[in-house]
């Protein structure tokens, strides 16, 4: 598994080199480096001056691919591609290029994302498995029937429509909750009820239908005949052998999501004024901010992949016949 | 199941909070202190005063740092008055051998002006740790490394903070810091026209520069100002330029400690994001102690402040409606400023109507929420609002947002009578009322020329009138028939929006940033307005960076631009007409690329004048040549509408003043009881979804139990 291991990382290279260029030439076909200086400079009184020596101090007056004035490998490194791209693989950020460190604000607001994203999840699981499992212990009943409705009209509302709704219920007219804002440590906790809430409802119409395709699926192999042929009660039936064996496609789908939690969830941040990741990345496009559009980026990309070999191995935890080579 | 699990939950974790109500997103040990709530969206880019120059950035640094004017808080029109001054500067016209000459010289013959200004002794910097000393009298925050960082997160985790008095010398080192090449102030290349010896400091500043090293201001002198004194120092300007004291009531004009510049330079308080760009240093009546633009920044009394009184004089109106209660009271009144990230209007609306935020500006989502208007027009609140106890205040803005004609355009620009017709036809032809009527609910008056209300040299009534476009009618502006209009199309070459010549229709092209969905309808209007007179206006939606290269490259047609006012001055509006100041040949602020020789020629004798009757003929004029030529259809004069709550004391909105915190007064106590009123929780429903669902898989239970019993699936 080691090598396997070792294979996949080195693979990560040219996925995040690859990543890298395309993030870099989706930017600059929209932006120059004068149109960045323009809109970090502001509207009034900008010269070419100060727009030159804004490029100047933060590397942007060199070429982007290819610097025909330089000699030897300068032609590759003294490029904006270069300069700003060759530290990401050490993750170093840099500055932003309004001059704020980027990993520290990463750090800072990697906390507030998880803080939303990781009880979502799990309750969101715990949520979905349960009407799940409902599903399919009543199946051809009302329960049933019903249930699946239910999650076919949960699916079709957008995720906007579940937090203005939520907003309205639960912080404007019951008033149990701010309806917007953070705060640190256990403050944070009446801060997170209603986006956790909403993140919840709103994945449980697509989460309960899917694990409810995947213990139907279950539900009908020979095995599960054999354990009701034995005389187990359909509690255990389900519990013990249905779920166990339906979870393993369900934990290596949540195993592959973990890294991307840090990323944060645009919508969900930005209604409930939430300083995460999510919010930062959208914040830097408006702002056209490329050191931290770039970082963002390339830490997703990284997460992703990171996810992707972290499924390989739950996989192989998991289910006993699956070796890595 | 797990829903109602949840739901238990959530109620369970909000009776444990032991709060009077559950929905304060502040802690319930501030509901009775003396704490002003605010909120941003957007953090401010810049705090530094050499570099900020948006309003959101105003709205903080402008109460921490004092330039030596200020604008009185509640006289109109605006006036300059002295902050860390002892008086207004004394100014000395000087010819070109540096004698002093009388005031009303001929103003050819002035070569340079001297502004003396004297500050106030006595006043003190915030307590800071870049004052810090140990006993030895050394700094001790001067040579940071990592390590001894630890627990320092933001400026307020340093264990010790000094001070000292403000002095000269501090005014004068954030002149320097203007050509500093690390600051990228954007009055740079402005003020280097004007204050002498500025452009040769930039200049040496840029040959010592070395990249990633800061350069020592303090080693560099600067001809045109001089420290006289402890407490005096002169700026010596090239000409006449009486708009400089505006420019001294602005925060690039305040004063800063090389002490603050030298502690924020550590590479290791960059690294943590502690700079000056984030935590100001200053001498006024807050300082910011908390400043995480990710999530809130945080203002609180400055312990050392010097010390300021509320104003006693003001307009008539001012004494009826109580702005002169606190009269000769010391001020600030408020302990601290709670700003909070708010990024969607609907929430923040929310928490304004539950007594969350003080204050509110009114979206298009929440005006009919808000506001409602009379028969007679007159602007009222609704009865929710009027129950609260909120009220609102108006005040028109001094900008001016216009459609710009690209004066370069062989089409539509041009000096030539039949491009004039054709740009006063459009101008007859596009309603501007109506546009303020449908798109701003009313928030707006429509132009009638370059300077908004309160503006010197602006006027009112039927002499106010743009006589191009308006009539004066039975004591009413009222606008031209769209018959004149189409007689000008005639006129102008195009009977009917056809051109004459070539039998062609005419189409006009518009560009424009705004492509969203919500802009459609706004875009389809312009359309229709256009096509009154027969003329296809072809809407090209393009990104921002775009549209800025057309706008440099003068490739365009039809814009829409807008300007808001640094300075109560006139000079500050019509230098956007200003041949030299064009756009395409200049970069400038000319985004018509309007020239006229004898609007330029005026607008060169109005500029340096005194505000005197001479000028104010010389104003009309160039109104009058510009609302001919029309290179702008004048548009409107935006109109803020501003909620406050019945708690909220003292505000009188001032558009030129952003140092306004220090004036205001909250009623904590009535504010605490009417949050309490307004934010009782409702349980019951609760119940009824817990009832709700046990009622729904009673029967399931029933069914389960039943299967049980038949011992199969």
């Given at each position: 598994?080691?090598?396997y291991?070792?294979?996949?990382i080195l693979?990560a290279?040219?996925?995040?080199?690859?990543?890298?260029i395309?993030?870099f030439?989706?930017?600059?076909?929209?932006?120059?480096p004068?149109?960045?200086?323009?809109?970090?400079?502001g509207?009034?009184?900008v010269?070419?001056?100060a727009?030159q020596?804004?490029?100047?101090?933060r590397?942007?007056?060199?070429?982007?691919?290819?610097?025909?004035?330089?000699e030897?490998?300068?032609?590759?490194?003294?490029t904006?591609?270069y300069?700003?791209?060759?530290?990401l693989?050490l993750f170093?950020?840099?500055?932003?290029?309004?001059?704020?460190?980027?990993?520290?604000?990463?750090m800072?607001?990697?906390?507030?994302?998880?803080?939303i994203?990781?009880?979502?999840?799990?309750?969101?699981?715990?949520a979905?498995?349960?009407?799940?499992v409902?599903?399919?212990?009543?199946?051809?009943?009302?329960?049933?029937?019903?249930?699946?409705i239910?999650?076919?009209?949960?699916?079709?509302?957008?995720?906007?429509?579940?937090?203005?709704?939520?907003q309205?219920?639960?912080?404007?007219?019951?008033?149990?909750?701010?309806?917007?804002?953070?705060?640190?440590g256990l403050?944070?906790v009446?801060?997170?009820?209603?986006?956790?809430l909403?993140?919840?409802?709103?994945?449980?119409?697509?989460?309960?239908?899917?694990?409810?395709?995947?213990?139907?699926?279950?539900?009908e192999?020979?095995?599960?005949?054999?354990?009701?042929a034995?005389g187990l009660?359909?509690t255990?039936?389900?519990?013990?052998?249905?779920l166990r064996?339906?979870l393993?496609?369900?934990?290596?789908?949540?195993?592959a999501?973990?890294?991307?939690?840090?990323?944060?969830?645009?919508?969900?941040?930005?209604?409930f004024?939430?300083?995460?990741?999510g919010s930062?990345?959208?914040?830097?496009i408006n702002?056209?901010?490329?050191?931290i559009?770039?970082?963002?980026?390339?830490?997703?990309?990284?997460?992703?992949i990171?996810?992707?070999?972290?499924?390989d191995?739950?996989?192989t935890?998991?289910?006993?016949?699956?070796?890595?080579? | 199941?797990?829903?109602?699990?949840?739901?238990?939950?959530?109620?369970?974790?909000?009776?444990?909070?032991?709060?009077?109500v559950?929905?304060?997103?502040?802690?319930?040990?501030?509901?009775?202190?003396n704490?002003?709530y605010?909120?941003?969206?957007?953090?401010?880019?810049?705090l530094?005063?050499a570099?900020?120059?948006?309003?959101n950035?105003?709205?903080?640094i402008a109460?921490?740092?004092?330039?030596?004017l200020?604008?009185?808080?509640l006289?109109?029109p605006?006036?300059?008055?002295?902050?860390s001054?002892?008086?207004?500067?004394?100014?000395?016209?000087?010819?070109s051998?540096g004698?002093?000459m009388?005031?009303?010289?001929?103003?050819?013959?002035v070569?340079?002006?001297?502004?003396?200004?004297a500050?106030?002794?006595g006043?003190?910097?915030?307590?800071?740790?870049?004052f810090?000393?140990?006993?030895?009298?050394?700094?001790?925050?001067?040579?940071?490394?990592?390590?001894?960082l630890?627990?320092?997160?933001?400026?307020?985790?340093?264990?010790?903070?000094?001070?000292?008095?403000?002095?000269?010398?501090?005014?004068?080192y954030?002149?320097?810091?203007?050509?500093?090449?690390d600051?990228?102030?954007?009055?740079?290349?402005?003020?280097?026209?004007?204050?002498?010896?500025?452009?040769?400091?930039?200049?040496?500043?840029?040959?010592?520069r070395i990249p990633?090293?800061?350069?020592?201001?303090n080693?560099?002198?600067?001809?045109g100002?001089?420290?006289?004194?402890?407490?005096?120092?002169?700026?010596?300007?090239?000409?006449?330029?009486?708009?400089?004291?505006?420019?001294?009531?602005?925060?690039?004009?305040s004063?800063?400690?090389w002490?603050?510049?030298r502690?924020?330079?550590q590479?290791?308080?960059?690294?943590?994001?502690?700079?000056?760009?984030?935590?100001?240093?200053?001498?006024?009546?807050?300082?910011?102690v908390?400043n995480?633009?990710?999530?809130?920044?945080?203002?609180?009394k400055?312990?050392?402040?010097h010390?300021?009184?509320?104003?006693?004089?003001?307009?008539?109106?001012d004494?009826?409606n109580?702005l002169l209660?606190?009269?000769?009271?010391?001020?600030?009144?408020?302990?601290?400023?709670?700003?909070?990230?708010?990024?969607?209007?609907?929430?923040?609306?929310?928490?304004?109507?539950?007594?969350?935020?003080?204050?509110?500006?009114?979206?298009?989502d929440?005006?009919?929420?808000?506001?409602?208007?009379?028969?007679?027009?007159?602007?009222?609140l609704?009865?929710?609002?009027?129950?609260?106890?909120?009220?609102?205040?108006?005040?028109?803005?001094?900008?001016?947002?216009?459609?710009?004609?690209?004066?370069l355009?062989?089409?539509?620009?041009?000096?030539?009578?039949?491009?004039r017709?054709?740009?006063?036809?459009?101008?007859?032809?596009?309603?501007y009322?109506?546009?303020?009527?449908?798109f701003?609910?009313g928030?707006g008056?429509?132009?009638?020329?370059?300077?908004?209300p309160g503006?010197?040299?602006?006027?009112?009534?039927?002499?106010?009138?743009?006589?191009?476009?308006?009539?004066?009618?039975?004591?009413a502006?009222?606008r031209?028939?769209l018959?004149?209009a189409?007689?000008?199309m005639?006129?102008?070459?195009?009977?009917?929006?056809?051109?004459?010549?070539?039998g062609?229709?005419?189409?006009?092209?518009f560009?424009?940033?705004?492509?969203?969905?919500?802009d459609?309808?706004?875009l389809?209007?312009?359309?229709?307005?256009?096509l009154?007179l027969?003329?296809?206006?072809?809407?090209?939606?393009?990104?921002?960076?775009?549209?800025?290269?057309?706008?440099r490259d003068?490739n365009?047609?039809?814009?829409?631009?807008?300007?808001?006012?640094?300075?109560?001055?006139?000079?500050?509006f019509f230098?956007?007409?200003?041949?030299?100041?064009?756009?395409?040949?200049?970069?400038?602020?000319?985004?018509?690329?309007y020239s006229n020789?004898?609007?330029?020629?005026?607008?060169?004798?109005?500029?340096?004048?005194?505000?005197?009757?001479?000028?104010?003929?010389?104003?009309?004029?160039?109104?009058e040549?510009?609302?001919?030529?029309?290179?702008w259809l004048?548009?409107?004069?935006?109109?803020?509408?501003?909620?406050?709550?019945?708690?909220?004391?003292?505000?009188?909105?001032?558009?030129?003043?952003?140092?306004?915190?220090k004036?205001?007064?909250?009623?904590v106590?009535?504010?605490?009881?009417?949050?309490?009123?307004?934010?009782?929780?409702?349980?019951?429903?609760?119940?009824?979804?817990?009832?709700?669902?046990f009622a729904?898989?009673?029967?399931?239970?029933?069914?389960?139990?039943?299967?049980?019993?038949?011992?199969?699936?």
């Amino acid at each position: 598994m080691t090598a396997y291991i070792i294979r996949r990382i080195l693979y990560a290279f040219p996925l995040l080199a690859g990543v890298n260029i395309l993030t870099f030439l989706l930017f600059f076909v929209v932006n120059t480096p004068d149109d960045m200086a323009r809109m970090q400079l502001g509207q009034k009184h900008v010269t070419e001056q100060a727009i030159q020596k804004w490029k100047e101090q933060r590397g942007y007056q060199m070429p982007l691919w290819w610097n025909g004035q330089s000699e030897g490998t300068g032609h590759l490194t003294e490029t904006i591609f270069y300069t700003k791209s060759a530290g990401l693989f050490l993750f170093r950020f840099g500055r932003s290029d309004s001059g704020r460190d980027i990993g520290s604000d990463i750090m800072q607001r990697m906390w507030p994302s998880l803080a939303i994203a990781v009880p979502s999840l799990v309750c969101g699981l715990l949520a979905n498995i349960t009407l799940a499992v409902l599903m399919v212990f009543f199946r051809s009943t009302y329960v049933e029937f019903w249930g699946v409705i239910v999650c076919v009209a949960m699916m079709s509302v957008s995720a906007l429509f579940y937090i203005i709704l939520g907003q309205y219920l639960v912080g404007k007219f019951l008033l149990l909750v701010p309806i917007s804002g953070y705060d640190t440590g256990l403050n944070a906790v009446k801060f997170l009820v209603l986006p956790v809430l909403i993140g919840v409802v709103s994945g449980l119409g697509a989460g309960a239908r899917w694990y409810r395709s995947l213990l139907l699926e279950e539900v009908e192999k020979d095995y599960v005949r054999t354990a009701r042929a034995k005389g187990l009660s359909e509690t255990r039936v389900l519990f013990s052998h249905v779920l166990r064996n339906a979870l393993i496609p369900i934990l290596t789908g949540i195993v592959a999501v973990l890294p991307i939690l840090f990323m944060g969830s645009l919508i969900t941040e930005s209604f409930f004024s939430i300083p995460g990741l999510g919010s930062y990345t959208i914040d830097a496009i408006n702002r056209q901010d490329f050191a931290i559009v770039r970082s963002m980026v390339f830490l997703g990309s990284a997460l992703y992949i990171l996810g992707l070999v972290m499924t390989d191995i739950a996989y192989t935890l998991v289910d006993p016949r699956i070796r890595l080579l | 199941m797990a829903l109602s699990c949840l739901l238990v939950m959530l109620i369970g974790v909000l009776s444990g909070c032991g709060d009077s109500v559950w929905n304060n997103p502040y802690p319930t040990s501030d509901s009775s202190s003396n704490i002003l709530y605010s909120s941003f969206s957007e953090r401010p880019k810049h705090l530094d005063p050499a570099v900020a120059y948006s309003s959101n950035e105003y709205a903080l640094i402008a109460q921490v740092y004092e330039p030596v004017l200020q604008y009185h808080y509640l006289l109109r029109p605006y006036r300059l008055v002295p902050l860390s001054a002892e008086q207004h500067p004394e100014v000395i016209y000087r010819d070109s051998e540096g004698r002093a000459m009388e005031k009303e010289s001929d103003e050819g013959l002035v070569a340079f002006t001297d502004y003396v200004i004297a500050i106030a002794p006595g006043i003190r910097y915030q307590p800071h740790p870049a004052f810090a000393k140990d006993e030895q009298g050394n700094f001790l925050y001067h040579a940071l490394v990592p390590d001894a960082l630890d627990g320092i997160h933001s400026i307020g985790d340093f264990p010790q903070t000094g001070s000292r008095e403000l002095v000269a010398e501090d005014y004068i080192y954030q002149i320097k810091r203007l050509v500093d090449p690390d600051v990228h102030s954007p009055i740079a290349e402005f003020m280097k026209a004007y204050i002498v010896g500025l452009s040769g400091l930039s200049n040496r500043l840029e040959a010592a520069r070395i990249p990633g090293k800061a350069t020592d201001l303090n080693a560099f002198g600067l001809e045109g100002v001089k420290a006289l004194d402890r407490y005096r120092y002169r700026i010596r300007i090239r000409g006449k330029y009486p708009q400089f004291r505006y420019w001294l009531a602005m925060p690039f004009f305040s004063p800063m400690p090389w002490e603050a510049v030298r502690f924020y330079r550590q590479k290791a308080l960059q690294q943590r994001n502690i700079t000056l760009d984030w935590f100001p240093v200053g001498t006024g009546p807050y300082m910011v102690v908390e400043n995480n633009p990710n999530r809130r920044m945080v203002l609180q009394k400055n312990p050392n402040f010097h010390g300021e009184y509320y104003p006693s004089q003001g307009e008539i109106s001012d004494r009826e409606n109580g702005l002169l209660d606190d009269a000769g009271s010391r001020i600030p009144f408020i302990d601290r400023v709670v700003y909070s990230l708010e990024k969607e209007n609907i929430p923040f609306w929310n928490k304004f109507m539950q007594g969350y935020y003080d204050a509110s500006g009114i979206s298009s989502d929440s005006f009919d929420q808000a506001v409602r208007f009379t028969i007679e027009g007159d602007v009222g609140l609704t009865a929710d609002l009027r129950d609260k106890g909120i009220s609102l205040k108006t005040s028109v803005l001094t900008s001016v947002f216009y459609m710009g004609f690209n004066m370069l355009d062989p089409v539509l620009g041009g000096g030539t009578e039949n491009a004039r017709k054709l740009r006063q036809a459009i101008s007859i032809a596009v309603d501007y009322e109506e546009y303020i009527s449908i798109f701003m609910n009313g928030r707006g008056i429509v132009a009638q020329g370059i300077l908004p209300p309160g503006i010197y040299g602006r006027r009112e009534g039927e002499q106010g009138i743009n006589p191009f476009v308006y009539d004066w009618i039975e004591g009413a502006v009222r606008r031209k028939g769209l018959q004149e209009a189409k007689i000008l199309m005639s006129e102008a070459g195009y009977p009917g929006g056809v051109e004459r010549s070539t039998g062609k229709a005419l189409i006009l092209y518009f560009d424009t940033v705004a492509t969203g969905p919500d802009d459609r309808a706004r875009l389809n209007w312009f359309r229709k307005q256009f096509l009154k007179l027969g003329i296809h206006l072809v809407i090209r939606g393009t990104d921002y960076n775009r549209f800025q290269r057309k706008m440099r490259d003068g490739n365009n047609q039809v814009f829409l631009w807008g300007w808001n006012a640094d300075y109560p001055d006139p000079e500050n509006f019509f230098f956007l007409l200003y041949g030299p100041n064009g756009k395409v040949s200049a970069g400038g602020e000319n985004a018509a690329n309007y020239s006229n020789p004898e609007f330029d020629r005026l607008f060169e004798r109005m500029r340096n004048m005194e505000s005197t009757q001479e000028r104010f003929s010389i104003i009309q004029q160039m109104q009058e040549i510009i609302r001919r030529d029309s290179p702008w259809l004048f548009g409107f004069h935006p109109k803020s509408f501003n909620l406050y709550h019945g708690w909220y004391r003292n505000m009188k909105p001032n558009l030129m003043a952003n140092n306004q915190l220090k004036y205001l007064r909250i009623d904590v106590d009535r504010r605490a009881r009417m949050r309490r009123l307004w934010n009782r929780a409702r349980i019951w429903p609760l119940a009824s979804i817990l009832i709700i669902l046990f009622a729904f898989f009673c029967p399931a239970w029933l069914l389960y139990r039943r299967q049980q019993r038949a011992g199969a699936l």
